[in-house]
């Protein structure tokens, strides 16, 4: 079975700084992997998406992320936080050839922005 | 297009009544999620649909039950609520053909149950 792991729960960044957020997921294979973000009040948006081909991986609102097999790592990077990015976010893993292509999510890492 | 709609989006509950959250998705999608979403524990799933007609369990099905009667709809029962089924549930659907689609999320119901 899939996991995820996202050790970081809190995180608080300036506004205009770097940010990464850290995924780290176990699967036996390669995995499907995504990233979510939830703002506050809200349902889940995909940010963004690897499933195969070049492991460094563009998404909405200026954000990317990496895939690394040798690190089963998947961190999502933005070069400059605006502080509307202020939400929760979540790593997926999905495996390949299952049924109903269920997503296991991790824990959440909530980014805190100050001005 | 609506997207994946959730109706109620606020439910106060007593323990042991029983109420019935419904899921709607108007992009002809093939799957349909139930997800549990709690403080720590990020989402959890709870009930899954590959088409209508058809059910399984997810990861944390105690005290839940599920109906896809039409394809459009998933509804999300709980027949005696319990306190430890205070939540924020979402819905979620997604098409058929392959596996790297994502999943489309609903806005959640927040329920509590007393």
């Known amino acids: 079975a899939q996991s995820v792991t996202q050790p970081d729960i809190h995180i608080t960044v300036s506004e205009g700084a770097s940010l990464e957020l850290r995924c780290n997921y176990s699967?036996?294979?390669?995995?499907?992997l995504f990233w979510y973000v939830q703002s506050p009040g809200q349902g889940l948006q995909l940010l963004l998406k690897?499933?195969?081909?070049?492991?460094l991986v563009q998404g909405i609102k200026g954000f990317e992320a990496e895939f690394k097999r040798s690190q089963s790592s998947f961190n999502l990077r933005k070069p400059s936080v605006h502080w509307s990015d202020a939400a929760e976010y979540f790593c997926a893993v999905g495996a390949r050839g299952g049924t109903a292509s269920k997503l296991t999510f991790g824990t959440g890492t909530r980014l805190q922005v100050t001005l | 297009n609506a997207g994946v709609t959730q109706t109620p989006k606020f439910r106060v509950l007593k323990t042991g009544q029983s109420m019935t959250l419904l899921c709607a998705q108007d992009?002809?999608?093939?799957?349909m999620y139930w997800y549990r979403q709690d403080p720590g524990m990020g989402l959890r799933l709870i009930h899954y649909s590959v088409g209508e007609g058809t059910t399984a369990k997810g990861e944390v099905p105690d005290g839940y039950n599920v109906s896809r009667l039409k394809k459009q709809n998933f509804l999300l029962g709980l027949e005696s609520a319990a306190p430890s089924q205070t939540s924020v549930y979402f819905c979620?659907?997604?098409?058929?053909?392959?596996?790297?689609?994502?999943?489309?999320f609903g806005p959640g119901t927040r329920l509590t149950v007393l």
């Open positions: 979620a659907s997604r098409q058929l053909a392959g596996a790297y689609n994502e999943q489309f």
């Open positions: 992009m002809n999608h093939e799957y």
């Open positions: 690897y499933f195969s081909g070049d492991t």
């Open positions: 699967y036996g294979a390669t995995p499907y």
